[in-house]
Structures are given as structure tokens and as C-alpha cells.
């Protein structure tokens, strides 16, 4: 069965790379396009283990319009869906330039490439952070876009780029545009998972690797935030129902008269930082240490989404619960105690 070719953008990286595995499952032909900058090209063989066939991968920069071009064209390609590009809030604070070029330059580029090739549907990897510090949850996608750093700017002019693009007369650009919450979990196989470079800056990770002992204890930022706990509220994903979403988005481009769907992915739910630790331990039978810090700058007390629109307009809503998301974490964690370098 081909449902047809998606180019897959940062293909190799942890929401891209299970995204390919539910592409390739249900029918799918993937091309992975990933400079390899943040990610490992063994990626690439663990997909293939899972689902029983590689996708292709072409190394290269989604700013090399030249070469994206020749993908497009000669793999003809249906789709694109877009996650190539620098994540991490705090970096971005200190390394803004660089994020607007990877993030917003190269979704120019990208759009560029795909239009010399005659390729008009995109599925957009966009973020809460476009949100900033919301002032009601949970947070509709009508909420006010006012992001607190350089990383949810460069999310919000790449955003304002493809609405722009949609109101060309007479052209035949169509986008999803969706904003994440908190993608944890992963792969029920423990083939595939999260593996940050250097020093994790999300919760579940920073959990993970202090349950497998690569680290002594976890830092808790802030516990008297107006929450039961006094611990941050966040809206927490399995990164498989996440996945899910996209091709969720991919079906809703090719039935759908709309233009640019905007469509925030969460559970609904918020989760404190202190529930997910300790369902974390009650899952895995494994303590996890931790001490109090103060609160990170830019922190917000509570974020979660109102997951509406995901079910009218994609008919997708998020299925696997906090212990499942703690689960599979631990699954890939512990078959993989220092991420992908543990087996190449």
C-alpha cells in the first residue's frame, strides 16, 4: 500500500523520527531530509527494525535549496511535514541570530524548494511558546501570540510566513500549522526515544537519566507556584499520540477547504512536575532523587491546552495516559542508558 512520498524534515530527531514510524505503518513512502546536526544517522536503521523497511536518507541543510529541489522533484514528493530546526528556549536567549536563520530562514528556503518543485501541502512543527506567558488555561488557539523568547519568535514569524503564503491569489499553498505542548514517552519498543545532546532542559528526559544513574539527582525548579504542589503544571504528550497528529493533519490538508489549519496538540490535562515524578517511580519501581531550585525565568505556573479544535477539525485527540507516557520513557531509558552512543 503507498498513500503516497512525505519529505520528513529532521526525519532523524525524537518527534520526527517516530512520526516516520507511523507514517511508513500505515502505508506511506518517507523521506528523510536531516543535516544530522542534533540526531544520529543510526536512527535511521532502528526505524527500519521497527517497521521492516528503511526510509531514505539525504544529509543535507533544508537552506540548500538546490539540493531540497532535486529531493522533491525526484522522490515525488506529496507532502512535506517540517521539524528541522533549533529548539531550546534558553540557547535561543543567548544564540538568537542563529535561531532566526536555521528556524525562519530555512522554512523560507524550504518553501522555496518546494515551490520549484510543485509541492503546496505542508504540516508545520510550530509551538506553545508562540503563546508566552498566557494569561487563561487552558490555552485556545485563539489565545493572544506573545512569545518570551527568541526560540517562540522565530516559531511565530515562521507561522505569520505560511499564512502569508496562503493568502497568495490564485496559489495552491496549504498548511497545518501545529503547536505542541509537551512530547514525552516514546516508542513502545524502546527502539526509539528522546536522547538530548549535553544536559537534558525537559522534565522527562532529566527523570530518565536520573533513574538510570547518569545523574545523581533532579533539580525541581520552583515549589511555590499557586498550584497544589507548588510544582509547574504542564501538559504532558506521548510523543506516539503526537506522531499520530501529524498524519492526523496530513488526511485533514487533503479533505479540508482551509487554507492553514491552526491546531494545538496536548491531552487537555495538566500534570504538575511533582505527579509525573512520582507516577514516574510508582511505574518503574525505581526512586528518583531530587532537591527544590528556584524558579527558571520565563517559567509560567500553568500551561495546557484545550485540545477542541485537534478533535473537530483533525479528529485526533491524545490516547496514552501519564503511566504510559512514564513507561515507555523508561523502556527506551533503560535498554539505552546513554541514549543512541549505547549501541550505535
Known amino acids: 500500500m503507498n498513500n503516497g512520498t512525505i519529505l520528513v524534515t529532521g526525519g532523524t530527531g525524537y518527534i520526527g523520527s517516530h512520526t516516520v514510524v507511523e507514517l511508513m505503518q500505515s502505508g506511506f513512502e518517507v523521506v528523510v531530509v536531516d543535516n544530522l546536526d542534533n540526531s544520529d544517522a543510526c536512527v535511521i536503521e532502528r526505524i527500519g527494525s521497527i517497521v521492516g523497511r528503511k526510509p531514505t536518507l539525504v544529509v543535507a541543510d533544508i537552506r540548500d535549496v538546490p539540493k531540497v529541489t532535486a529531493v522533491l522533484q525526484e522522490s515525488r514528493v506529496d507532502a512535506v511535514i517540517h521539524f528541522a530546526g533549533l529548539k531550546s528556549v534558553s540557547e535561543s536567549c543567548t544564540q538568537p541570530l542563529r535561531y532566526y536563520d536555521v528556524n525562519v530562514v530555512g522554512t523560507l528556503r524550504l518553501l522555496q524548494a518546494m515551490a520549484e518543485a510543485r509541492v503546496t501541502k505542508m504540516v508545520f512543527s510550530s509551538s506553545t511558546t508562540v503563546y508566552g506567558n498566557a494569561t487563561a488555561v487552558p490555552i485556545t488557539e485563539d489565545a493572544p501570540l506573545n512569545p518570551a523568547c527568541p526560540y517562540g519568535q522565530t516559531k511565530l514569524v515562521a507561522e505569520n510566513v505560511l499564512r502569508d503564503a496562503a493568502g497568495i491569489p490564485g496559489s495552491n499553498w496549504k498548511f497545518a500549522i501545529l503547536r505542541y505542548f509537551n512530547p514525552v514517552g516514546a516508542h513502545e519498543s524502546g527502539t526509539i526515544g528522546e536522547d538530548p545532546r549535553g544536559v537534558p532542559t525537559n522534565l522527562m528526559p532529566y527523570v530518565s537519566q536520573v533513574a538510570v544513574g547518569r545523574r545523581s539527582k533532579l533539580s525541581i525548579w520552583g515549589q511555590d507556584y499557586p498550584t497544589k504542589d507548588g510544582t509547574a503544571i504542564r501538559d504532558f504528550i506521548h510523543v506516539v499520540d503526537l506522531a499520530n497528529g501529524h498524519l492526523a493533519a496530513l488526511r485533514a490538508l487533503a479533505a479540508n477547504g482551509d487554507k492553514v489549519l491552526t491546531v494545538n496538540l496536548g491531552t487537555g490535562r495538566g500534570t504538575s512536575v511533582l505527579e509525573l515524578v512520582s507516577t514516574f517511580s510508582e511505574v518503574t519501581g525505581v526512586p528518583v532523587p531530587y532537591e527544590f531550585a528556584a524558579r527558571r525565568q520565563g ?46
Not at 485537534?310 to 485526533?316: P, V
Not at 485527540?317 to 550505535?344: H, I, V
Open 299 to 344: 517559567d509560567v505556573a500553568i500551561n495546557f491546552a484545550d485540545a477542541n479544535r485537534a478533535l473537530k477539525t483533525l479528529g485526533w485527540k491524545a490516547e496514552l495516559d501519564l503511566r504510559a507516557m512514564c513507561r515507555d520513557a523508561w523502556n527506551w531509558q533503560s535498554r539505552n542508558p546513554n541514549g543512541y552512543a549505547s549501541q550505535g
